[in-house]
């Protein structure tokens, strides 16, 4: 088995592999991940964190031991709090990451980065003002970072940073945590989740004071929640239909 890790700001995994092919998830500097596969310019990875398996290009990559796999795989995850910060590269030039960034790799690239940071388990409470870092947010399929996000990818990663673990995809989260009957019985934090005409869940969002949710359509953005789904004021209409909430915390 081999091993590798994400030296760079934002690399795109693919759904195959070639540059055309359909960007399915990122991943953020600093994330570590095994080769299942590597051809002349590609390999397919399954990434530690979330165990998502896509395709990267062998540019955007470094290969690392198994001790440094293992090393970063139990080390206490710490992760940017900065919307956007810099590390120092081991010349001495400078290189933007987004929030979210794993950290832990500093040293073994040899990179300094002087911004906030957080690791370990935050309050429920807390969700929120993360969630909130992320407004407005342009929505990208696939996307993990302020610069471009999807709704799974939001709550992942607004999750990640307050030390919880979701998966990557929003029908993969629905299978978490506890489904509630009701909006009432909802804690500021939770998740709702949303289907299409064919009951498939591709919508997720975190649930706010007031019957409000934090979600990503369009850009991250706040609407109202009601047991129908998601209101929109600017349409003046539903634009997702309610499946369930989970209580994943």
Same mark, same amino acid.
């Given at each position: 088995?081999?091993?590798?890790?994400?030296?760079?700001?934002?690399?795109?995994?693919?759904?195959?592999?070639? #540059? +055309?092919?359909?960007?399915?998830?990122? *991943?953020?500097? /600093?994330?570590?991940?095994?080769? @299942? $596969?590597?051809?002349?310019?590609?390999?397919?990875?399954?990434?530690?964190?979330?165990?998502?398996?896509?395709?990267?290009?062998?540019?955007?990559?470094?290969?690392?031991?198994?001790?440094?796999?293992?090393?970063?795989?139990?080390?206490?995850?710490?992760?940017?709090?900065?919307?956007?910060?810099?590390?120092? #590269? +081991?010349?001495?030039?400078?290189?933007? *990451?987004?929030? /979210?960034?794993?950290?832990?790799? @500093? $040293?073994?690239?040899?990179?300094?980065?002087?911004?906030?940071?957080?690791?370990?388990?935050?309050?429920?409470?807390?969700?929120?003002?993360?969630?909130?870092?992320?407004?407005?947010?342009?929505?990208?399929?696939?996307?993990?970072?302020?610069?471009?996000?999807?709704?799974?990818?939001?709550?992942?990663?607004?999750?990640?940073?307050?030390?919880?673990?979701?998966?990557?995809?929003?029908?993969?989260?629905?299978?978490?945590?506890?489904?509630?009957?009701?909006?009432?019985?909802?804690?500021?934090?939770?998740?709702?989740?949303?289907?299409?005409?064919?009951?498939?869940?591709?919508?997720?969002?975190?649930?706010?004071?007031?019957?409000?949710?934090?979600?990503?359509?369009?850009?991250?953005?706040?609407?109202?929640?009601?047991?129908?789904?998601?209101?929109?004021?600017?349409?003046?209409?539903?634009?997702?239909?309610?499946?369930?909430?989970?209580?994943?915390?």
């Amino acid at each position: 088995m081999q091993y590798g890790v994400c030296h760079l700001s934002i690399v795109p995994l693919r759904s195959s592999a070639s #540059d +055309e092919s359909e960007m399915v998830t990122q *991943i953020l500097y /600093g994330e570590y991940f095994k080769i @299942l $596969e590597e051809r002349a310019q590609w390999s397919r990875i399954r990434v530690a964190f979330d165990n998502y398996e896509a395709w990267i290009s062998n540019k955007q990559f470094l290969k690392i031991q198994e001790e440094q796999y293992l090393n970063l795989k139990s080390a206490k995850p710490k992760l940017s709090s900065d919307v956007i910060n810099y590390i120092t #590269d +081991e010349k001495g030039y400078l290189m933007p *990451i987004p929030l /979210g960034s794993v950290l832990n790799s @500093l $040293e073994l690239f040899q990179h300094v980065y002087d911004g906030h940071s957080e690791t370990g388990e935050k309050p429920k409470s807390h969700l929120i003002d993360t969630a909130l870092l992320y407004l407005n947010s342009p929505f990208t399929r696939g996307g993990k970072s302020p610069l471009g996000i999807d709704s799974s990818g939001f709550t992942q990663m607004v999750y990640r940073l307050n030390g919880y673990k979701l998966f990557r995809n929003a029908a993969e989260q629905a299978r978490q945590g506890e489904a509630l009957s009701f909006i009432e019985e909802s804690e500021v934090g939770d998740l709702a989740f949303f289907d299409d005409k064919e009951g498939v869940i591709n919508h997720v969002g975190i649930i706010m004071n007031d019957n409000y949710i934090i979600h990503s359509d369009g850009k991250v953005r706040i609407d109202r929640l009601d047991h129908s789904g998601i209101f929109n004021s600017e349409l003046r209409r539903h634009t997702h239909q309610l499946r369930v909430i989970k209580k994943i915390i």
